[in-house]
């Protein structure tokens, strides 16, 4: 997912001002907050200097900021905690 969303917004850098940006929906209104808006470069460069200095790390970032699983999804699958 980190690939796709770096891929497109490296796109979107390269095209002219006002060119066509598609537009992203998504279905049933999935949350009430909208997210903070982030700079998808801005974050792969930090995630780049983490992994250098801390894979581990880099990898539970890429884990709950990508692939969107909880602290416990995440202990397990980077076995921080033996599933019950």
Do not use: H, N
Request: charged content about 25%.
């Amino acid at each position: 997912m980190r690939g796709i969303l770096v891929d497109y917004a490296r796109a979107r850098q390269t095209r002219k001002r006002g060119g066509e940006t598609p537009a992203l929906t998504f279905a049933d209104g999935a949350g009430t907050t909208p997210a903070p808006a982030v700079d998808i470069l801005d974050l792969d460069a930090a995630l780049a200097e983490l992994k250098k200095l801390d894979p581990g790390q880099c990898r539970i970032v890429e884990l709950r900021y990508f692939a969107g699983l909880s602290i416990a999804e995440t202990a397990e699958v980077t076995g921080s905690r033996k599933a019950p």
